[in-house]
């Protein structure tokens, strides 16, 4: 089955940047759409980005302009380039992935462990 695993989180200031990577690894898979979502304390996930296969990309309106979502179908990694951080981009991060199989169900999610994004002076 599918593993996603995260890097690139840790602490910024307001203004700064960080590059977030995940990749997934395993075997019977085909990962179609990739993505990140963020959850900051009290509050529920929520979707940053996605994009295909094909490069067709969508941003949550509060990120627009500042993140940029990109990724390697060679090496089923997606990457997320985070400029101009907020203090309200502080959450942890968690790579999404839809898969499918050639078994039933066929598509599932598959999301990874997460990884902290602190924006603070």
């Known amino acids: 089955q599918v593993q996603l695993v995260e890097s690139g989180g840790g602490l910024v200031q307001p203004g700064g940047s960080l590059r977030l990577s995940c990749a997934a690894s395993?075997?019977?898979?085909?990962?179609?759409?990739m993505g990140w979502y963020r959850q900051a304390p009290g509050k529920q996930r929520e979707l940053v980005a996605t994009i295909t296969r094909g490069g067709t990309t969508v941003y949550a309106d509060s990120v627009k302009g500042r993140f940029t979502i990109s990724r390697d179908n060679a090496k089923n990694t997606v990457y997320l380039q985070m400029n101009s951080l907020k203090p309200e981009d502080t959450a942890v991060y968690f790579c999404y992935a839809r898969g499918q199989t050639t078994v039933v169900p066929y598509t599932r999610d598959y999301w990874g462990q997460g990884t902290q994004v602190t924006v603070s002076s």
């Open positions: 395993g075997s019977g898979f085909s990962i179609k759409t």
